[in-house]
């Protein structure tokens, strides 16, 4: 799955090659790069998260599982987003 994710992302990249400098070009794949693999992260931890549900554990710790979840992507984006505008790219 994650070498599914990050191919998409890897093709999503090339896929603006034409128009876009090297630099500009590095930013987007790594970026791409980073949240993918935080997206990867996340659906591990929301399983996991599911899991202790099933589990029977509380439904608060489930929440606060879930949410960490949430918050590894928020943070992968804003990442990823700060990579891009470095590169000066971001739209």
């Known amino acids: ?7 998409v992302a890897a093709l999503g990249a090339l896929s603006l090659a034409a128009c876009e400098s090297k630099a500009d070009k590095a930013a987007e794949a790594t970026s791409d790069a980073v949240k993918a693999d935080a997206n990867v992260t996340a659906t591990n ?11 029977g554990a509380p439904a608060s710790t489930v929440d606060a599982m879930h949410d960490q979840a949430d918050q590894v992507k928020k943070d992968a984006d ?8 470095q590169a000066g790219k971001k739209d």
Do not use: L, V
């Open 45 to 55: 931890m929301d399983n996991q998260a599911d899991a202790a549900k099933d589990a």
């Open 1 to 7: 799955m994650r070498f599914a994710i990050m191919a």
């Open 78 to 85: 804003a990442k990823g987003d700060a990579i891009e505008k």
